[in-house]
C-alpha cells in the first residue's frame, strides 16, 4: 500500500477531518470507516484491551469491505498485533499471512498489518487502533502519522467510556448499600427538613410505603408530642445545617398502626448528587432501653438467683480477681466469702493449674465457654474432683467470667466402672454401622466388629488367627500395619484406598484412625467405611457433567452456524437476484451457451440456498423442510456430486424411472441419505467394483423394515443403492443401524452412517428394506411414502413463467446491505415498479411519514440495526394502517407467529427469496393493497 507523495498531505487532512467528524454512540465504528476509506484498506478496528494480566483484544468496532463487521475477542498471542503491548507503533509491511499462519482472524488476501496503541491518562496501553491491508505497506511513516492521530481521539473516547463505567458502577454501588442498609435510612431536604427519600428498612420499621414517608411532615414521625414536637425536630435539622453535626440522640417514633418505639437518631449534613442534604440514620432500640429496664429490675433476682444456685459460684473480672462468690462455693470450699474476694489465683484447683486455668480465662473474656476438670482441695485438706465451667458475662457494664462449679466425684467413679465395662464396651462395638478394627501395640488385629464381617467378607475369628494375612497380597497388608504404627505415634490419619473383600470383589473404602487406650494400654482403632457406591455416583456426576459440556459446545456451534448462514442468506439473495437479472437480458441476446452456464449457476445457487436452510435449521436444532419432491430430479441432481466422492475405480450407473408419483422429503436430508449409502457401498467393495442407483414406484403389503423390524404397507417410491460388494453377514445385519456400530478399525468410521439414514428415513414416514446374499453384494432400498395425485412441479415454477410480466405501483425497499438493496432496486424496477430504496428504518419511516399515500407497499430487512424491521412494520400501520408489509429475514423461524400477527405483517420470506417467489409475494400484496385502496 503506498501513497502518492503528492496525496500525503491530503491523507493526513482528511484524518484530522474524520476523527473531529465522528460522533455519537457509533464513533468507534466511525472511526474504523473513516481510516479504512482514507487509507484504502482491506480491514480497519479499534479494540480495549481485556484479561488480568491484560492478553485479548475486545473490538469496539470493525470496518471492512464496504461494511461494518461484528464485535469479537480475540487472544494477542497469535496475532500480529502483539506487537503493540510494548507502548509503540507496530508494521508488518509484507507476508503477515505468512509470518501468523496461527492468526484465524486475518482476514483471506491479508498482505500487510499495522498497528498502533492506545494509551490512558497514565500512559499504560488500554487498547489498540490497527489496519490489514491487500497490499505491501510502502510509506510506513504516513500510515503511523494517520493511525497516531486516530489513536488520540479513539483513546479519548476509551478513556470517556472507562470514566462513564466507573461512575455508573459507583452510581449503583451507592444505591445497593442504600437499599440493602439494616438501619432505616432519611434523607431530608437541606432547607425544609422535608423526606425526600426513605430506603426499604425506614419503609419496613414504621410501616408506611416510599410515597407516604415522602408525605409525612417529620414530626409526626414522632406523633408530634412534647418534648418530641415537629419544631423540635427542625430544630435538631438547624443545628446540624449551621455545622454542629454530626448528632445522636434518642427519638420516639409512633408506627402507622400506632405502635410506639424508640430510635437512636444520627444526624449528619451529606453531598447527594452534588447537593447538599440533611441524613438521618436511626437503628431501633426498643428492646435495648427495655432490657434496661428489666436489668434494673432484676439486680434483686440475680442476687437471689447466685445466692440460692446449689454450683458454687465465682465471678472473677478481668484481672482474674474474685469480686463475688455464693453461699454454694463457701460450703464447697470451706472458705468464707471475705477470703476470697480479691484473690487472683485458685482457691480450691491445685496452683500448678494456675497458668492453664488463666489461659482459658482469657480465652473466655473473648466470648468462648470453657470447662476444665481438676483434683480440687477443701480449707481442711480433703479431696474431691471438680468440674468448672467459665461462662463470659457483662457485670456492672464490665466483662468478667462467671465461674461454676461442681462436685463431680460421684461421676468420675461412675466413668471409671463404664471403662471398666466390657458389656457396655462391647455394645457400642458391635452397634456401629462402620467397620472396627482394633489393632494393639504389636500391630495385630485384637478385635473386628460385625459391621466389618459384612464389608469384608471375613469372620471374626479369620482375622484374629491371621488368615485374613494370607488371602490379600503383601503390599496391602504392609500399607495397613505402616498406618497403625503411624497412629500409635499420635496421629490420626484419613485416607480412601480399594479394598478387596473376601471373595475378591474390589471395593472402595474411607478409613479413619485414632490412637485409643483400651484396657490401659495403648491401641489403635480404625473405622472403615464402604463408600464404593458414592465413587460410582461420583463418576456418574462427572459423565453428566462431561454431556452438559458436550451439549453447550454443540449449542455454541449452533449459534456460529446460525450466524455464518444469516450472512451467506444475504450473499445468495445478490447471487440468485442478478442471475435472473442476467438471464432477462441473455434471453433477449440469444445467446444460448451464456444461458446454459447461468442455468448451471443458478442451480448451484439454489442448491447452496438450501444448504444454508439446513443450517439454520441445524442451528435451532430442528428439522429439516419436507416439500413435494421429483425423487429421480433429486437423485439425478446428487448422482452428478457423488462421482468426485468415489474413486475413479468405481462404476456409477442409474436407473431413475420417468414417472413415478411425488413424496414429500426434504431434498438435503434425500442427499444425505444417499450419500452414506453409497460411502457405505464403497467401503464395502473396498474402493473397487459398481453402484447402481435406481428410483421406482412400489407397493408394499406386510413388508418388515429392517432398521426398526416393523410391518408397513402402501404406496412407495424407492430409492435404492446396489453394490458388488461381498454381501452382509446375518450378524452384521442384525445390528448395523444401531448407532456407533462398525465393522471398520478404529479410526476408519464413526458407525453413525447407517444410523442417520435411519433416523432421517423413519422421520419422513419410511422405512429400509436390506436385500444382499453373502459372495453377491447388497442392495439398500429406502421406500418413502407417495403422494398420489401430487404435481412436482410447484407453484413457483409457474410463477416464474409469469415473472417475466410486468407489476403496477410503488414500492419502499428497506435494507441495511447495500448489495441487497441495488439489486432489489435493478429488479423491482424491471418488473415495472415505481421503487424508493432507504438503507436504514429511521429513513424509511422518515420517506413514509412525508408521503404515505404514496406507497403501495413496504418490503423490508428484518435484522437491522436499531430499528428490526418488525418494529418499521409497527410505525408503518401506526401511520397508515392497512399498509401491506412483507418482511423478509435470514432468521424468520425466530420470529413467533404472533409477533408477525401483531405488527400485522402481511408475509414473512426467508432469505434469499427466489424472485420467481417474490414476483408472487409483490403481485399478492399489490393486489390486496389496491383492492383496499377501493
Known sequence: ??????????????AALAVSSAKGERVFQELTRYLATILDVQLALIGRMSGEPPDTIRTLGIYGGGAYRENFEYTLELTPCRGVLGGEFSVVPRDVAALFPRDEYLPRGAVSYAGYPLKDAAGRVAGIIAIISRQPIADAALVESVLKIFAVRAAAELERHAHEEALAASEANYRAIFEAAEDAIFIHDYDSGAILDVNPKACANLGYTREELRRLPVGEISGNEPPYTHEAALRLIAEVRAGRGPLSFEWPRRNKDGARHWDEVTLKKVEVAGKPHILAITRQITEHKRALEALRASEAQYRATFNASADSLVLRDADFRVVDVNPAYEAMSGRRREEALG????????PELTAHVKQLHARALAGERVVFEALARRKDGSRFNIETRGVPILHQGQPHVLYIGRDITARKTEEELLRASEEQYRAIFDASEDALILWNSELERVDVNPAYERIYGFAREEVLKGIYADNVPPEYVERRRETVRRTLAGERCHFELESVRKDGTPIQVEVRTIPIRHRGKPHVLAIARDVTGRKAAEAERAQLEAQLRQAQKMEAIGHLTGGIAHDFNNILQSVLGNLTLAAERTEALGDAKLARALERAQISAQRARELIQQMLTFSRGRRGEPRLLSLPEVVGEAAKLLRPTLPSTIEISAELAAEVPAVKADPVQVEQVLLNLAINARDAMAGSGSVTLAVREARHAGAVCTACRQKFSGSFVELSVTDTGPGIADEVLDRMFEPFFSTKDVGKGSGMGLSMVHGIVHDHGGHVLVDTTPGFGARFRVAFPAVEGASTAGALDAVAAKGKGRLAGSVLVVDDEDLVLELMG?????WGLEVTLKSSAA????AFAAEPQRYDLVLTDHTMPRVTGLELARQIHRIRPGTPVILYTGYGDDIPERELRAAKVC??????????????LLRTSLKQSHNTAK
Not at 843 to 846: F, G, K, L, Q, S
Open 1 to 14: 500500500m503506498s501513497v502518492p507523495l503528492g496525496h500525503q498531505n491530503d491523507a493526513l487532512n482528511a
Open 343 to 350: 484473690r487472683n489465683d485458685l482457691t480450691m484447683s491445685p
Open 826 to 830: 435493478d429488479l423491482l424496477t424491471g
Open 843 to 846: 429513513e424509511a419511516r422518515h
Open 907 to 920: 408475509t414473512l420470506a426467508r432469505k434469499p427469496v427466489a424472485p420467481a417467489e417474490l414476483f408472487a
